[in-house]
């Protein structure tokens, strides 16, 4: 499905590139992360943000905070490079971020955008001299930056200022609206300030961060429509596991569909030990089941029930899924097109053959009581039936066949 089939119109936004990538405008919305390495571990740093990027990650973010730090940036790009990753860099500063700017030319040189946050920046008239020295180094470098808004670390001056005036007003307004109203104040004031130093629109994006999915989706409607800079979305602190996939699925799914949202990071927390990328696949797992971009061939699969004998079926949905994840790094560069492919891996024949019938390739697991036989359907044709026990060989066969025969190959 196209974006142009959705009754809603994507916000007009003025695009910002970023690298080799652009927010806003007329590009598709982007995908981003960041890595929780200590960016001082070039070896770390560089390996997690390799697995990001070939997982998907079109822009990551590093954390900038010290002048180790800061020196291990170009590094870090230079290893990047040296491996064939190209991914744009984002450098993420807060307190010292003018200073290691400033001091650290390379670094300042290497990254491809700057993330600051305005209540991070410093207090009082330094909070001004600093933003300043940090807006400075990004015209220098012609870098864009993205102005990124915490409820967590709004600007306290700002924040009384607001209170006071609604205090002030006639029909004063609840904590709640307040508090949305200063994280939207602060982006927009920081944004016109950078302007004024002479950072251009076209190199200013802007985001305003709540845990809470109501707030958010308020705070990025009242945004949309009060200015048209590009929109990073993401609902911060999601938390770990389903609750915090959920939240932002929640959250930025109807930001989303309203056409509000330029580029979004699925702040996740990983287990212990847990898997970085899954922010990623998360994040393109919300465009793609939205229909708003198609990333890696998505298999459906029924959820099981009574009549499934064995967990047989949700092995093979999963070894699907997994193949087809990692086959996509290969052919992304060699065929058009099969990102769009569809899968599925039914239970039984109760639903299994009209739900074959409606993907790409289909296939019907026996069900309690079933003859075991595994019919597949292809383009919702009756291809083959498969019995034995090598049915997951023989279907991930039919799978890269077709994709051999389907799609065409690309101009290398
Ligand atoms: S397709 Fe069959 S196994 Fe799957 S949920 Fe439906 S009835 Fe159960």
Known sequence: MSQNSFSTRRRESVGVQVGSITIGGSAPVVIQSMTNTDTVNEAATVAQVEELARTGSELVRITVNSAEAAKA??????????????????????????????????????????????????YGKKRDEQF????????????????????????????????????????????????REALITSALESAAKAEEIGLKRNRIVLSCKVSGVQDLIMVYRELATRCN?????????AGMGSKGIVASTAALSILLQ???????????????????SREVIVGQEILQTMGLRAFVPLVAACPGCGRTTSTYFQ???????????????????????????????????VNGPGESKHANIGISLPGSGENPVAPVYVDGQKTVTLKGNNIADEFRQIVDQYVQEKYPKKIQ
């Open 132 to 179: 300043a020295t940090l807006i400075e180094t990004a015209c220098k470098y012609d870098k864009p930056v993205r102005i990124g808004v915490n409820w967590g670390s709004l600007d306290p001056e700002m924040l009384a200022r607001i209170m006071d005036e609604n205090a002030k007003s006639k029909k004063p307004e609840d904590a709640a609206y307040v508090m």
């Open 258 to 276: 309203e056409g509000i949202g330029d580029t979004i990071r699925i702040s996740l927390t990983p287990e212990p030990g847990g898997d970085r």
């Open 315 to 349: 092995e093979l949905a999963e070894n699907i899924q997994s193949y087809v994840r990692n086959e996509m790094t290969v052919w992304r560069d060699q065929y058009d097109g099969v990102e769009n492919m569809t899968l599925a891996v039914m239970g039984c024949v």
């Open 229 to 237: 800079y590009a929109l990073h979305l993401g609902l911060t602190e």
């Open 73 to 122: 940036v170009p590094n870090i790009r230079a290893k990047l490079n040296d491996m064939g990753c190209y991914v744009p860099l984002v450098g993420d500063f807060h307190f010292n971020g003018h200073k290691l700017l400033a001091g650290y030319p390379d670094c300042a040189e290497s990254l491809s955008k700057y993330r600051i946050n305005p209540g991070n920046v410093g």
